[in-house]
């Protein structure tokens, strides 16, 4: 169960907002690292809030459970805010979509879907006996460059979308060059190229702990 969106032309500025938008609430909740007693209901939002912050939404869920067999859709799991819905907790091993979209009434439509593995944390403490839970993408398909507006994706989404596609190199890329396929090779570097990383954050971070240091011996002197 996997969807990309391509556009065959030159996209608009309006077209790469909206694929922006649905793909950088797919990463923020790809991201996330949580307690094991989260429900999928709480999640939701993640995917939704750059769309809802123009106004737009989608009436479907963001997830549902991946099944053996052709079972694309299986409970117990339902990425949707709508308190209506069965809410279980997540356990390792579940498998669920995560697929925002945008459809925009007799303009055009976005749907990025992957599937993500629920895994463990094990590595991270644990507050009052509480695991922590996490999420592993296991669709391994580039997202169309020149849909993407860099300049909306903050540094943390960065450094996933360049995670991702350098892991779709390593693995998908070999089994292109395996296969010869060289025409999806090639289309697939063009899709996984890296993506440059400010680094005004890490500056701005620096010169904040230097004056607060400054602010704080100027205070010790003051006060003693």
């Not at 737009?56 to 694309?72: C, M, N, P, R, S």
Request: proline residues 4%; charged residues 20%; glycine residues 6%.
């Amino acid at each position: 169960d996997v969807t990309r969106t391509v556009h065959l032309g030159e996209p608009t500025d309006e077209m790469k907002d909206a694929y922006s938008r649905v793909l950088i609430g797919s990463i923020r909740l790809a991201s996330l690292i949580f307690p094991d007693n989260l429900k999928p209901s709480s999640i939701d939002v993640l995917a939704r809030a750059p769309l809802w912050e123009i106004g737009e939404d989608y009436q479907h869920g963001t997830g549902h459970g991946i099944g053996a067999f052709l079972g694309v859709h299986e409970s117990p799991v339902y990425v949707h805010y709508n308190p209506r819905m069965r809410q279980d907790h997540f356990k390792v091993g579940f498998f669920f979509s995560n697929e925002p979209g945008i459809y925009l009434e007799n303009k055009f439509g976005v749907r990025l879907e992957n599937i993500l593995e629920v895994v463990d944390k094990p590595y991270l403490k644990h507050t009052y006996g509480r695991a922590y839970l996490g999420f592993s993408d296991v669709t391994l398909v580039p997202y169309s460059n020149k849909l993407i507006n860099f300049d909306m994706l903050s540094n943390q989404e960065k450094r996933w979308l360049n995670s991702y596609n350098a892991k779709i190199r390593r693995q998908i890329g070999a089994e292109l060059k395996r296969q010869n396929a060289t025409d999806a090779f090639y289309w697939m570097m063009d899709n996984t190229q890296h993506i440059p990383v400010s680094q005004a954050t890490l500056h701005c971070q620096s010169v904040y702990v230097f004056m607060s240091h400054i602010i704080l011996v100027q205070l010790y002197y003051f006060i003693f």
